[in-house]
């Protein structure tokens, strides 16, 4: 059990359970893991992504997780490295995405001791990761048995499994190599789930609402003839029971709404929140983005919802109601209308959209399993790596916040237009009660952080291409742009 075997078998076990994609940020301590999953890739069996900053490193895989559909392996080295996975961990444990965390560790023995680089890294992610720890005297073939096991759990659950691996000196070598290890590595597959069906009574006092993950609520909605609120993330949005300007219309029929039937996470507005709050509500359970009852009036839920019964269109006719538009509001159905494949920030834009966003097919992705503004870079960057050409609409503070994401060093080719909407700080606590509660100098100091950094400068530093945009037409031109590119849009109300 050296080092490099433990190292070896791990990584030939994940591969076996279906890991073909594997994210690597350098490191001493984790040298054996990373030879083993360079080996693999040499065989042309995975994929090998190198990042030099675990933050960005960690939401990369999680995006590349969420566009394949499949479980990414991280690997990290000793210390402080395992806590910036901790962002896309949250991320990933609140939205369902199967994570598998290879945290490289020190001999257990030498754990508080003041040894160098050594914490207590088993369990450090709490409730939001399962953990195992691998001892130095697991042999290679236990170790991977705990590999299939902790892939087994990141899919059933989902989300993300940690699997700490204690290595002692010498800390690699080159053999064995994971490809031979593959055929004989344990397979595990998870169980499929028994759906529970449940028959929702609708009637022309109900509507349909899709939050993250609620993409099946197209076909509840149609099937059943009611409205749909479908949130831009939820795939959803499509459709002829899909309505444009949503909450102009929840104002207007505020009144009659009485049921909601819920499929997802909804987490974009105030109205559609206050709807469910004050409706007889029905979820379909996600197993994704977990529990969702944040009022306490779920009547009833079932894994599989289907309409007992269809309502005549009058109902749905009076949802089609007519809304003048902003710029901000062209500016983002701009963007929607010229994407097949977009990653949307968590702040201000993506409110616009949910609120204006004609319905129309296209592949959305958005991590609003806790809507950080972190890491949104590295995500749509592992969107695209794992999908092809990508699109993502995002604050200027949250391209700002995950600058480092722009590092390209080393990473494969990709196709990426970085649309910023640039209001220059935080447009969207403009939204808040506090903006009208405190001086305007107190509330730019506190809230809106209006950032002066040259955009120009920052691409160039990370080499990417860029161009600013005062209007639509410089938009439609900057569209037509190839690789990674900073569309820097100016967004002035
Ligand atoms: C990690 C994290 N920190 C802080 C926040 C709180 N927050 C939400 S939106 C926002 C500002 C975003 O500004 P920008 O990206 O420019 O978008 P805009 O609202 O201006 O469109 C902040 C700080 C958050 N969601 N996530
Ligand atoms: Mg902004």
């Given at each position: 059990?050296?080092?490099?075997?433990?190292a070896?078998?791990?990584?030939?076990?994940?591969?076996?359970?279906?890991?073909?994609?594997?994210?690597?940020?350098?490191?001493?301590?984790?040298?054996?893991?990373?030879?083993?999953?360079?080996?693999?890739?040499?065989?042309?069996?995975?994929?090998l992504?190198?990042?030099?900053?675990?933050?960005?490193?960690?939401?990369?895989?999680?995006?590349?997780?969420?566009?394949?559909?499949?479980?990414?392996?991280?690997?990290?080295?000793?210390?402080t490295?395992?806590?910036?996975?901790?962002?896309?961990?949250?991320?990933?444990?609140?939205?369902g995405?199967?994570?598998?965390?290879?945290?490289?560790?020190r001999?257990?023995?030498?754990?508080?001791?003041?040894?160098?680089?050594?914490?207590?890294?088993?369990?450090?992610?709490?409730?939001a990761?399962?953990?195992?720890?691998?001892?130095?005297?697991?042999?290679?073939?236990?170790?991977?048995?705990?590999?299939?096991?902790?892939?087994?759990?990141?899919?059933?659950?989902?989300?993300?499994?940690?699997?700490?691996?204690?290595?002692?000196?010498?800390?690699?070598?080159?053999?064995?190599?994971?490809?031979?290890?593959?055929?004989?590595?344990?397979?595990?597959?998870?169980?499929?789930?028994?759906?529970?069906?449940?028959?929702?009574?609708?009637?022309?006092?109900?509507?349909?609402?899709?939050?993250?993950?609620?993409?099946?609520?197209?076909?509840?909605?149609?099937?059943?003839?009611?409205?749909?609120?479908?949130?831009?993330s939820?795939?959803a949005?499509?459709?002829?029971?899909?309505?444009?300007?949503?909450?102009?219309?929840?104002?207007?029929?505020?009144?009659?709404?009485?049921?909601?039937?819920?499929?997802?996470?909804?987490?974009?507005?105030?109205?559609?929140?206050?709807?469910?709050?004050?409706?007889?509500?029905?979820?379909?359970?996600?197993?994704?983005?977990?529990?969702?009852?944040?009022?306490?009036?779920?009547?009833?839920?079932?894994?599989?919802?289907?309409?007992?019964?269809?309502?005549?269109?009058?109902?749905?006719?009076?949802?089609?109601?007519?809304?003048?538009?902003?710029?901000?509001?062209?500016?983002?159905?701009?963007?929607?209308?010229?994407?097949?494949?977009?990653?949307l920030?968590?702040?201000?834009?993506?409110?616009?959209?949910?609120?204006?966003?004609?319905?129309?097919?296209?592949?959305?992705?958005?991590?609003?399993?806790?809507?950080?503004?972190?890491?949104?870079?590295?995500?749509?960057?592992?969107?695209?790596?794992?999908?092809?050409?990508?699109?993502?609409?995002?604050?200027?503070?949250?391209?700002?916040?995950?600058?480092?994401?722009?590092?390209?060093?080393?990473?494969?080719?990709?196709?990426?237009?970085?649309?910023?909407?640039?209001?220059?700080?935080?447009?969207?606590?403009?939204?808040?009660e506090?903006?009208?509660?405190?001086?305007?100098?107190?509330?730019?100091?506190?809230?809106?952080?209006?950032?002066?950094?040259?955009?120009?400068?920052l691409?160039?530093?990370?080499?990417?291409?860029?161009?600013?945009c005062?209007?639509?037409?410089?938009?439609?031109?900057?569209?037509?742009?190839?690789?990674?590119?900073?569309?820097?849009?100016?967004?002035?109300?």
């Open positions: 059990m050296t080092s490099q075997s433990i070896a078998h791990v990584v030939a076990s994940l591969h076996a359970s279906g890991v073909t994609d594997f994210l690597l940020s350098p490191g001493s301590r984790s040298q054996a893991l990373a030879i083993a999953a360079h080996q693999l890739e040499e065989a042309g069996l995975a994929r992504t190198v990042r030099l900053d675990e933050r960005s490193m960690a939401f990369t895989g999680l995006g590349i997780s969420v566009a394949s559909k499949k479980p990414v392996a991280l690997i990290v080295t000793s210390g490295a395992v806590a910036n996975l901790y962002p896309a961990v949250m991320e990933a444990h609140h939205s995405v199967p994570l598998i965390l290879l945290t490289a560790d001999p257990a023995r030498l754990r508080n001791k003041g040894a160098n680089q050594t914490t207590n890294q088993v369990g450090v992610f709490g409730f990761a399962t953990s195992f720890d691998v001892g130095l005297e697991t042999s290679d073939s236990s170790a991977a048995e705990i590999a299939a096991q902790a892939v087994l759990t990141a899919l059933s659950k989902p989300g993300p499994v940690q699997l700490n691996i204690q290595f002692d000196l010498p800390l690699s070598g080159t053999k064995p190599n994971p490809k031979d290890l593959v055929s004989s590595s344990p397979k595990t597959q998870p169980q499929t789930r028994k759906l529970i069906e449940l028959a929702v009574p609708v009637d022309n006092h109900t509507v349909v609402i899709a939050g993250a993950g609620g993409h099946r609520a197209r076909e509840f909605a149609e099937a059943a003839g009611l409205p749909l609120l479908a949130e831009p939820s795939g949005r499509q459709g002829g029971n899909a309505i444009q300007f949503t909450l102009e219309a929840i104002e207007k029929l505020r009144e009659s709404i009485r049921k909601v039937v819920v499929f997802g996470k909804p987490t974009l507005s105030r109205s559609v929140q206050r709807i469910i709050s004050e409706s007889s509500v029905y979820v379909e359970n996600s197993f994704d983005y977990g529990e969702f009852d944040p009022y306490d009036n779920v009547i009833a839920r079932g894994d599989y919802l289907i309409p007992d019964g269809k309502v005549d269109s009058a109902w749905l006719a009076q949802w089609q109601v007519e809304l003048e538009v902003t710029p901000r509001c062209e500016f983002t159905n701009f963007v929607w209308e010229h994407s097949e494949r977009l990653v920030g968590a702040s201000d834009l993506i409110r616009v959209l949910d609120a204006t966003a004609k319905p129309r097919q296209l592949e959305v992705y958005s991590n609003r399993g806790l809507s950080g503004i972190d890491g949104t870079v590295s995500t749509a960057i592992g969107v695209a790596i794992a999908k092809g050409p990508t699109v993502a609409l995002i604050g200027d503070l949250t391209l700002l916040h995950d600058a480092s994401g722009l590092n390209k060093t080393d990473l494969p080719e990709f196709e990426l237009k970085l649309i910023v909407g640039n209001d220059k700080g935080g447009h969207i606590f403009t939204r808040l506090v903006a009208n509660e405190i001086e305007p100098a107190v509330f730019d100091r506190l809230f809106k952080t209006a950032q002066s950094v040259d955009l120009a400068k691409a160039q530093a990370y080499g990417w291409k860029y161009v600013v005062e209007n639509l037409d410089e938009l439609k031109r900057a569209m037509t742009l190839r690789g990674a590119v900073i569309i820097d849009y100016q967004l002035v109300d």
